[in-house]
């Protein structure tokens, strides 16, 4: 069952938190979502350079969307006096297309040693559009890579690989990943890969024994 289903969206509201924290009527349902939608590919998108670990959404009333950012490198969006937190929340405004108040907040991760499955799969999208082997970027990764603070990890990457005419998959793991556990704290992560012999899909699964938490450290606007 645990390899079926999406394994944060099998844990939501066990032992994964929801990223989405509001409540609408029939008809500002459909508009909120896709608002929550747009605004996450479009951060994830332009500020992938920034690792975003998450972002959660607010919404107590109408007129009221808050949103807070959760980055290895936040200072990056912050940029010198605020000037890239006050684009960013111009930016935002543009993207929902509204006169809704908006309050931006940015945390930063409470450890450098921590290991997302995010960061990861950045790091394995960075090499592989490179045109890096997918051999090569998975030996270096666990070179460079600190594992030590994980309980268990699976990398799968397919698509035509190395420019192979069929298109196959590869996995590799190491560890222990309790999939069918609830309380796992189980994180997971798909992006795409754009060489060019084609798309790449990467999945990553990483078990972390404890939940790691952000710092108290934030800057709101």
């Known amino acids: 069952m645990g390899q079926k289903v999406h394994p944060i969206g099998f844990r939501l509201g066990i032992s994964r938190p929801y990223l989405s924290h509001w409540f609408a009527s029939k008809k500002n349902y459909s508009e ?43 200072n990056n969006l912050i940029g010198p006096k605020r000037k890239n937190l006050i684009f960013l929340k111009k930016e935002i405004k543009k993207i929902i297309a509204s006169k809704k108040k908006v309050i931006l907040s940015i945390f930063k991760t409470s450890s450098e040693k921590f290991i997302s499955a995010n960061s990861i799969i950045d790091f394995l999208v960075n090499l592989l559009e ?19 603070s994980i309980e268990g990890l699976k990398i799968q990457i397919s698509g035509r690989l190395n420019g192979a005419e069929i298109a196959r998959k590869h996995w590799i793991r190491r560890g ?14 798909f992006k795409k890969a754009q060489t060019i012999y084609g798309v790449l899909g990467i999945k990553v699964w990483v078990f972390q024994e404890k939940k790691k938490n952000v710092s108290t450290k934030k800057s709101k606007i």
């Open 32 to 74: 909120y979502l896709l608002e929550d939608t747009l605004l996450r590919q479009t951060l994830y998108q332009r500020y992938k350079y920034t690792g975003i670990e998450r972002i959660e959404i607010f919404r107590k009333v109408e007129t009221h969307l808050e949103i807070k950012i959760i980055a290895k490198k936040r």
């Open 130 to 148: 490179k045109r890096t082997p997918y051999r090569v970027v998975l030996n270096k990764f666990f070179k460079e890579k600190n594992l030590n």
């Open 176 to 189: 222990r990943l309790p999939l069918q556990t609830l309380q796992a704290n189980i994180d997971y992560c």
